[in-house]
């Protein structure tokens, strides 16, 4: 089944304690996005990748660290969590072949900052 | 920057009622346009999408949208709500010409369907 795979699902951890969010795709995508979603604020986008070792900044990357070193895999770093990035999490992947054919999300990971 | 608004926060119906949602973008270029719902706990799924060709777009659940390009409009439709519908629907914009990988979200619009 095509799916994008994040973990965990949820997570409570305290300020200042590095954390890495683990995103993988079966479906041979090359492109890759981290997402928050915050109440009244939508999602915003934090990283993306256009493929393997190529990464640039999204909407509001401070505080984050992401990596590409295989497709298939695009973990989310968080070096030093503050309160301020507790929030809902989604990564999401997107063949392309064609743009419009829009991201496939996973699951999302709920993280808590205290 | 590319911009995406959706003028609606909270929209209540009673079941059987028509629904309209607003979407506008910002910017002057080819774009491909995208709703998605989100249902009470879960993750986001595609509704439909435009990229090319016939501005009425069909997509799952008896929605539709309208590109309406003079007015960077891109407006979802349903007949007829069912109390399943209640949701957070995200209208998403993707510029081409620019990082094709950079998908712009609205800020949601809540859906509460009365039964």
């Known amino acids: 089944e095509a799916q994008v795979t994040q973990n965990p699902r949820y997570l409570i951890t305290v300020t200042g304690k590095k954390l890495t969010v683990t995103c993988s795709q079966n479906?041979?995508?090359?492109?890759m996005s981290w997402y928050r979603q915050d109440p009244g604020l939508g999602l915003r986008q934090i990283y993306y990748s256009m493929n393997v070792e190529v990464t640039d900044k999204g909407d509001v990357p401070e505080g984050y660290k992401v990596s590409r070193k295989e497709k298939r895999n695009f973990p989310l770093i968080l070096e030093s969590p503050s309160p301020n990035q507790t929030s809902l999490y989604f990564c999401?992947?997107?063949?392309?072949?064609?743009?419009?054919?829009?991201?496939?999300f996973g699951s999302g990971t709920r993280l808590t900052v205290v | 920057a590319q911009s995406v608004s959706q003028h609606n926060h909270h929209v209540i119906l009673s079941e059987a009622a028509s629904l309209e949602l607003g979407c506008n973008y910002s910017y002057g270029g080819t774009v491909n346009l995208f709703w998605y719902v989100q249902y009470p706990g879960q993750h986001l799924q595609l509704l439909l999408k435009y990229f090319s060709g016939d501005p009425l777009v069909k997509g799952i659940k008896g929605f539709e949208a309208e590109f309406i390009k003079s007015k960077f409009s891109f407006n979802l439709r349903k007949p007829s709500v069912q109390w399943s519908d209640t949701a957070e629907y995200f209208c998403?914009?993707?510029?081409?010409?620019?990082?094709?990988?950079?998908?712009?979200f609205g800020k949601g619009t809540k859906l509460s369907v009365k039964p």
């Open positions: 998403a914009v993707n510029a081409l010409g620019g990082s094709q990988g950079n998908l712009i």
């Open positions: 999401a992947s997107m063949a392309r072949t064609g743009p419009g054919y829009g991201y496939t």
């Open positions: 479906m041979n995508h090359e492109y």
